[in-house]
T-cell receptor, first 112, second 113 residues
Framework: NAGVTQTPKFQVLKTGQSMTLQCAQD?????MYWYRQDPGMGLRLIYY???????DKGEVPNGYNVSRLNKREFSLRLESAAPSQTSVYFC???????????FGSGTRLTVV | AQSVTQLGSHVSVSEGALVLLRCNYS??????LFWYVQYPNQGLQLLLK??????LVKGINGFEAEFKKSETSFHLTKPSAHMSDAAEYFC???????????FGTGTRLTVIP
């Protein structure tokens, strides 16, 4: 099925460990986004990529890095995980000129 | 600056009753407005959106919302709640040309049989 695929779905990390969250979309969308969802805070933008080869910071970029590997893939990396990064992470994509964002099913990350 | 306020973090309605979820926004330019629904342990699904034109927009599952510029509101309604409507609902706003979609903090809807 067409859409946004995120891996892994669940992950537990120890403080200080690193990991990369993967996101791929097969809808030929130009823009891709990483959000985090925390209870009572809605979704907040971490980073986005308006097109292949470009990335920009969102509201809460500290502690994260991203790579737009190609048009399909946009990864999020935690270099040194902290308990404050425990969250559910969502990847989304949007076509150029389009209004709606398509979201993946999320990655639930726990940092202990 | 853009922002979204959802009044009521939890709303309970009886099955068959009217659903009203409130959303107010602030935006310096005409906004694009969205409602998303999230079922437990799932991603977000678009319910409906307002971009331009008709201010009353209809979405999936019998939901609709009305854009009221004078009140800076975009409340979500459904005439008759169904058990399957129990979920968390997010209002979101994007200013035209901007890349970020700003979300409200969400409203959890409970439907009582």
């Amino acid at each position: 099925n067409a859409g946004v695929t995120q891996t892994p779905k669940f992950q537990v990390l120890k403080t200080g460990q690193s990991m990369t969250l993967q996101c791929a979309q097969d809808m030929n969308h130009n823009s891709m986004y990483w959000y985090r969802q925390d209870p009572g805070m809605g979704l907040r933008l971490i980073y986005y990529s308006a097109s292949e080869g470009t990335t920009d910071k969102g509201e809460v970029p500290n502690g994260y890095n991203v790579s737009r590997l190609n048009k399909r893939e946009f990864s999020l990396r935690l270099e040194s995980a902290a308990p404050s990064q425990t969250s559910v992470y969502f990847c989304a994509s949007r076509p150029t000129g389009g209004y709606g964002y398509t979201f993946g099913s999320g990655t639930r990350l726990t940092v202990v | 600056a853009q922002s979204v306020t959802q009044l009521g973090s939890h709303v309970s309605v009886s099955e068959g009753a009217l659903v009203l979820l409130r959303c107010n926004y602030s935006s310096s330019v005409p906004p694009y407005l969205f409602w998303y629904v999230q079922y437990p342990n799932q991603g977000l699904q678009l319910l409906l959106k307002y971009t331009t034109g008709a201010t009353l927009v209809k979405g999936i599952n019998g939901f609709e919302a009305e854009f009221k510029k004078s009140e800076t509101s975009f409340h979500l309604t459904k005439p008759s709640a169904h058990m399957s409507d129990a979920a968390e609902y997010f209002c979101a706003v994007r200013e035209g040309g901007a890349n970020n979609l700003f979300f409200g903090t969400g409203t959890r809807l409970t439907v009582i049989p």
